[in-house]
């Protein structure tokens, strides 16, 4: 049997107005996905333990069937993993944004522009961080860089409860209400406001400004955590496999869980990514005999972040036709298969940032038809099913018929 699970970062959504009260899934073109709900079984799952931050690190970690509650020890020491850091049993790492705040006024009342800075590439961002290194860094502070405006800080004995806000939480917001607070805020603070002293006037901002994008002025520190212990996926279930993500967090989970990383060239996290380069690797590896692929689309996550409504809807369309590729694909195998469609999370357009809510699963095996009519995928029809899980880990064992 190979199992794929495909996830749309962020795909769930609420109602909203410009498309007539529909929600994205609802509205968007979605043969693919109305093929798994109407011929194979679809629910709700609710991926964030009570209590726990709404995040992709929290939700994938459950999708994958992992409990938070047991092996969640914060975002950013998944990314180190990703990177390659290997960081110490004293070790703290942070997430360290690149992002664009408003030129005018004090630090701290300044305005949250963009948490992406207009998505800066890799190469630009690189050369931003190693400045940040060389003016900020010190024997116990080291910045690394890692993809578009997604790098890390590794901290030396640093603290695990400073109270730090994502930026994507606060676009367009004074960000002092959301500096850090706690332990270790003054010195976080600190080389936040030292890095829009230089910054602005690096030669790869004045490049962009040029060019009509934004600059990237300062860093934004959140997510810390302290090295990760996950469990092998093989240990857990029984099966090797594979994992296909543009970003780092994702790649972190895969590899902690002694799953094999695949690189698809031109998978950037966005939009623009290489939807079909994605599904092409995924079908290569389960033909070279892996058995399980969990493949990770960023892009209607980052749509939902930006409030981008119109791109949103065409990224869980790219989706969808990634879908047909992989059930297309599968189908010319001569293997048995199982197929697993979901969000991690919500990230609604009307906030700009992730939810807890549970999200629509759709769960399909190959020859299965359940002969259900007019039913789609989307959060109103999994929510009508009434299959639930409340504990989002066990919905892995469920579909790898290990329940």
């Excluded at 578009?148 to 004074?174: C, E, F, M, N």
């Excluded at 609604?348 to 399909?364: E, K």
């Amino acid at each position: 049997m190979k199992y794929v699970v495909l996830l749309g970062d962020g795909m769930a959504d609420g109602p909203v107005n410009e498309l007539d009260g529909k929600t994205p899934l609802q509205y968007a073109r979605t043969p693919n996905m109305d093929f798994l709900a109407t011929n194979g079984a679809i629910g709700m799952v609710r991926t964030i333990p009570e209590g726990f931050p709404p995040g992709s690190d929290v939700a994938n970690l459950s999708v994958m069937g992992y409990d938070p509650r047991k092996y969640y020890t914060g975002r950013s020491p998944l990314e180190a993993v990703s990177i390659g850091i290997e960081l110490g049993d004293k070790d703290i790492a942070f997430r360290c944004n690149l992002v664009t705040l408003a030129a005018q006024g004090k630090y701290q009342d300044k305005i949250m522009v963009d948490y992406s800075a207009d998505e800066i590439t890799t190469a630009e961002a690189k050369e931003l961080i190693k400045t940040v290194d060389q003016n900020l860094g010190s024997e116990t502070i080291h910045f690394y860089p890692g993809i578009s405006y997604r790098h890390l800080l590794v901290w030396q004995g640093g603290p695990t409860a400073t109270k730090l806000t994502p930026p994507h939480d606060i676009s367009g917001r004074l960000i002092i209400d959301y500096l850090p607070r706690g332990e270790g805020s003054d010195t976080l603070r600190e080389l936040m406001e030292a890095s829009f002293k230089f910054l602005p006037g690096h030669p790869v901002n004045a490049n962009r400004i040029k060019n009509g994008l934004r600059p990237a002025n300062s860093i934004w520190l959140w997510g810390q955590g302290k090295k990760p212990a996950i469990p092998k996926f093989f240990d857990l279930y029984g099966i090797n496999g594979a994992v296909i993500s543009a970003v780092d967090l994702v790649k972190g989970i895969g590899i902690c869980a002694g799953l094999e990383v695949l690189e698809v060239a031109g998978a950037t996290g966005n939009i623009h990514t290489n939807f079909r380069g994605k599904a092409i690797t995924a079908l290569e590896a389960l033909n070279k005999g892996s058995d399980f692929v969990y493949i990770h689309v960023e892009a209607p996550d980052e749509a939902g972040h930006r409030g981008e409504l119109e791109n949103k809807v065409k990224a869980i369309e790219a989706v969808d036709e990634m879908l047909g590729k992989l059930l297309n694909g599968l189908n010319q195998q001569n293997n048995p298969y199982k197929i697993m469609l979901l969000p991690d999370h919500p990230t609604p357009l009307s906030t700009r940032t992730h939810s807890s809510d549970p999200v629509p699963f759709a769960i399909y095996s190959r020859g299965e038809n359940n002969n259900i009519k007019y039913i789609a995928y989307n959060e109103e029809a999994a929510e009508q099913s009434g299959l639930k899980f409340t504990a989002g880990w066990e919905l892995m064992a469920y579909f790898l018929d290990q329940k």
